[in-house]
């Protein structure tokens, strides 16, 4: 059979999972067709530079390392930009796409899910509540930008001021950036410290003095109520926080957290839970369709999802081999995250959230100055994760042999 005749790879998506697919399969493969369907203009960047590009002044356009075309073209893929999936039929293998309002109908013999996720919304009242901003995408960052040069008080030389919602990793690298940037910055968290949910709390603490000591005013153990616009005054707008407090702001940045775009798949009919739900071959519940990236939730990692880069790359490799009929499954290494704030450079390797254990301090390496060290030490004395904090983070290398994925 010639290569025009196979039915196509399709690959939904163009993020780091999309395109790191199509990377890899053609590694493996020059032949077989490829075909992308975006939503996006399918123009590659690493996300993650997202939440350092302020203090780097470096405009949106400027994250783009590689246009939609050149990618199309030096991987040999057939590329339908501004184009959205609207629907899958997996038993005649076809998808129904829509470009510039026109419905086509493409078939697949393979066909990958790399829909990436979606901010979470919290729901707020007042009315300025939806001038509440998320970046999950270029296209994000993009508004967001041109909303804060926009800023009046920005132009009167004052420090103009941005409300995070959010003292996870997203929100507490934005708070660093827009510091950086010179901002005024305001960050909202129920928890009691940043990086809750992923950090001992003396390494938290740090975090918290850290940014605290570039100029972060935290708001812990509350959440922001109501957002309305200001009557008088320089900013904009004024949040109204659960603890009574209320905050003149001109912007507001929510980084509460993602949540896996599973809306194709789950309309299809492919099992999902917190994500699209993929085997150690990456197989859906869908003969033929598989998942990776932000939208999967992976049996290899103990059925969770795993929305980082490190992930991706490992996943995409795996599932390049089986696309290209050259079985494979997929086992994850450690994949120790860094968390991108340099008032406190961290590196993380968070354990499996299952895992019965404590995290135990590394003697030497106590303050912040120094750094911190922690280790996370599973019921029969393993080492499972570990925490490194400023100049500390200088071990990642030897810290990760050290640690059972
Ligand atoms: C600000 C920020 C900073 C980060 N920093 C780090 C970091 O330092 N380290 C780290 O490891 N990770 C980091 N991450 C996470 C990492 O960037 C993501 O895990 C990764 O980029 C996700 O890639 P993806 O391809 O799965 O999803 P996405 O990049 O979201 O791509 C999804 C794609 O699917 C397309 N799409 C969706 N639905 C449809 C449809 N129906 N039809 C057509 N197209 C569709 C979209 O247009 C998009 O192209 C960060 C994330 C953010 C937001």
Known sequence: MSAG??????????????????RELRKRDAAVPIVLVTQDSGDFYAKPTLSNAFGQKRSPQQLVTTAAADMAANLHVQLHAHSTVQSMDTAARTL?????????????????????????????????ANAVSSVNHLDDLRRLHADLHALPARAQGQAATVLVMGAGLIGCEFANDLLSAGY??????????????????????????ALQDLGVV??????????????????????????????????????????ADTALASQAGIACERGVLVDAQLQTS???????????????????????????MNAARVLAANLAGTPDVLVFPLMPVAVKTPALPITVAAPDP??????????????????????????????????????????RMEWSKATLP
């Open 5 to 22: 005749s196979v039915a196509p790879v399709v690959i939904v998506g163009a993020g780091l999972a999309a395109w790191t697919t199509a």
């Open 354 to 395: 299952a895992l019965q254990g404590e995290w135990v301090q590394d003697a030497e390496a106590t303050d912040a100055q120094a750094g911190g060290a922690w280790r996370f030490v599973d019921a029969a004395g393993a080492q499972r994760g570990f925490v490194l904090t400023g100049k500390q983070t200088a071990k």
């Open 184 to 209: 005024a910055v305001h960050v909202v968290d129920p928890s009691p410290r940043p990086l809750a949910a992923l950090l001992p709390a003396p390494a938290g603490e740090q975090l918290r003095q």
């Open 286 to 312: 869908a003969p033929g369709v598989y998942a990776l990236g932000d939208c999967a939730q992976y049996a290899s990692a103990g059925g969770r999802t795993l929305p980082y880069v490190m992930p991706i």
């Open 96 to 128: 129904e796409l829509v470009q510039a309002g026109a419905v086509q109908t493409l078939a697949y013999g393979q066909l990958v899910l790399a829909t990436g996720a979606h901010p979470i919304r919290i729901p707020m009242q007042g009315d300025a």
């Open 218 to 259: 935290w708001h812990f153990g509350t959440t922001v109520q109501r957002l309305d616009a200001a009557t008088g005054g320089a900013q904009r707008w004024l949040a109204t926080l659960a603890n009574g407090t209320t905050l003149a702001t001109d912007a507001v940045l929510s980084a509460v957290g993602l949540r």
